[in-house]
């Protein structure tokens, strides 16, 4: 029993594909020039076919052979390419790895360089406010002298001139 269901769901289904292809051949047929494309198309498809088939009948082993060189001609060449981009992506994933590699280690020796300046450039910081901190000293010092030296009456002029005085 399950075998004439079987059976009359795939005649169903036959059916509905023989239909759908029916109806988009009638569609296509309806254009004159998609019936023009397809005429001419099968008929060069019918001569290809026909003169693949004399040389076949001609030179059966032949034909064959012809065919098995071809076959293998192909594979050769498919082998070969594919040896070629192998070879190329070996290569290729070797240099960018090496490369990849060499940025690293860079960076790595850019990070320490900018660690080391960092720490020199802090010490610079400190000289420079030590440095800072002894000018204004000098300077308190200075204002203090000449705080003193007034008291005593005596002034200096210790302007600097272009010309030098006699």
């Known amino acids: ?25 009638s569609l296509v047929l309806l254009n004159s020039n998609a019936r ?14 026909g003169k693949y088939a004399t040389t076949i009948k001609e030179d059966p082993n032949g034909t ?20 070629k981009i192998q070879a190329i ?3 290729q994933v070797k ?6 590699k060499n940025v690293a280690d860079e960076s790595k ?7 080391d300046a960092q720490g020199d450039l802090m010490d610079v910081k400190d000289k420079a406010v030590d440095a800072k901190d002894e ?20 002034t200096t002029d210790h302007t600097i001139t272009k010309t030098p005085i006699n």
């Open 135 to 154: 000018l204004l000293s000098a300077k308190d010092d200075v204002k203090s002298n000449t705080s003193s030296g007034n008291k005593t009456g005596s």
């Open 64 to 83: 064959r052979e012809a065919l098995i060189t071809r076959v293998q001609n192909a594979t050769d060449i498919s082998k070969e390419a594919i040896n």
């Open 109 to 115: 020796e850019v990070m320490s360089s900018v660690k």
């Open 1 to 25: 029993m399950n075998t004439t269901v079987e059976k009359q769901k795939k005649a169903k289904t036959g059916l509905i594909v023989a239909g759908v292809v029916a109806g988009a051949s």
């Open 95 to 100: 240099d960018i790895k090496e490369t990849s």
């Open 89 to 91: 992506l070996d290569t």
């Open 36 to 49: 023009t494309k397809v005429k001419d198309t099968s008929k060069t498809m019918k001569d290809s076919v």
